[in-house]
């Protein structure tokens, strides 16, 4: 059985960075492409990055050049780590299985880890 856990979010000021981990279990991790998707207050899901078995990146536009994406296999674990950061990236952070055009058809809501960016 599929399982995400997601941490490292947090309060932090407008140009300030974070570090989100997803530990995952259930699946053989090394082979899947993994996403990062958000969810701002009263907005639907919104996808923000992913990353392929090869370890190759993809970003939506919002956050290309601020936020990267990696993964550790050894460890099962995804990683995004989120520099000058804006109050719109303010949301809960899910991970899941999946790239940009498939992660829909597999998510499964999580607990999440709420980012807040705010002065």
């Known amino acids: 059985q599929v399982h995400l856990v997601e941490s490292g979010g947090g309060l932090v000021q407008p140009g300030g960075s974070l570090r989100l981990s997803c530990a995952a279990s259930?699946?053989?991790?090394?082979?899947?492409?993994m996403s990062w998707v958000r969810q701002a207050p009263g907005k639907g899901l919104e996808w923000v990055s992913a990353?392929?078995?090869?370890?190759?990146?993809d970003y939506a536009d919002s956050v290309k050049g601020r936020f990267t994406i990696s993964r550790d296999n050894t460890k099962n674990t995804l990683y995004l780590q989120m520099n000058s950061l804006k109050p719109e990236d303010t949301a809960v952070y899910y991970c899941s299985e999946g790239s940009r055009y498939t992660y829909d058809r597999v998510f499964r809501r999580g607990q999440g880890t709420q980012v807040t960016v705010s002065s």
């Open positions: 259930g699946f053989t991790f090394s082979i899947a492409g």
């Open positions: 990353i392929n078995d090869l370890g190759e990146p």
